[in-house]
């Protein structure tokens, strides 16, 4: 059964910190690991996706990796914000199957 | 495109009583999942469809029902609340299996 597991579970930093949160898995055959947003009361909000095959992915000040073979993906935020502080939650998508596998999240607080 | 809509947005239920989680979406996505979220936990996948009239049971089917009778529309439905039924509900729709849109959730308190 695969574990997603998210650390730190929570995180208070600095404006302007450059920050990174980490996801591992126990189970490297994946189809592809999604980094979610989530704001209180909200949706989730899709961030990166990363496919097997691929390394890392970028958007904006946001920057993925996924080292598949370690079960480990990290997600790395530049020049943090306020409007950054949310919850983050790493997901993988196993080759079988259409379920997302989610880790609890890592709760970020930027403060200005 | 209004994208994934659910509703109520909140809602308390006694013990025992019935009630039905509405979901639509208007992006002609073939596949629509549930998914429910604890306090302090990651989502688990209650139901998932692939289509209209295919529905499959996901990790944690178990006090739940639903239906797919038409490509908007999903419904989870609670036959006999129960106080571990206290929780986030997420509605998610796409058009393939790679990336989801979520709804804004359901807050749901079984008393």
């Known amino acids: 059964k695969q574990e997603v597991t998210q650390i730190p579970a929570a995180l208070s930093v600095p404006e302007g910190e450059n920050l990174v949160l980490n996801c591992s898995f126990t189970?490297?055959?994946?189809?592809?690991l999604q980094w979610f947003r989530q704001d209180p009361g909200k949706g989730l909000t899709s961030l990166l996706l990363?496919?097997?095959?691929?390394r890392e992915q970028t958007s904006g000040r946001l920057n993925a990796s996924l080292d598949k073979s370690s079960g480990r993906s990290t997600l790395y935020i530049a020049a943090s914000q306020p409007g950054d502080s949310a919850t983050y939650l790493c997901a993988v998508r196993p080759d079988s199957g259409y379920a997302l596998n989610f880790g609890k999240g890592t709760s970020l607080l930027v403060t200005p | 495109n209004a994208g994934v809509t659910q509703t109520p947005k909140f809602r308390i239920l006694k013990i025992g009583q019935s009630m039905t989680l509405q979901c639509t979406q208007d992006?002609?996505?073939?596949?629509m999942y549930w998914y429910r979220q604890d306090p302090g936990m990651g989502l688990k996948l209650i139901y998932y469809s692939v289509g209209a009239g295919i529905t499959d049971k996901g990790e944690v089917p178990n006090g739940y029902n639903v239906s797919r009778s038409t490509t908007e529309d999903f419904p989870l439905r609670l036959e006999l609340a129960a106080p571990s039924q206290t929780s986030v509900y997420f509605c998610a729709s796409t058009r393939d299996p790679l990336r989801k849109g979520f709804g804004s959730g359901t807050r749901l308190t079984v008393v």
């Open positions: 189970d490297s055959a994946i189809y592809n």
């Open positions: 990363i496919q097997s095959s691929q």
């Open positions: 992006m002609n996505h073939n596949y």
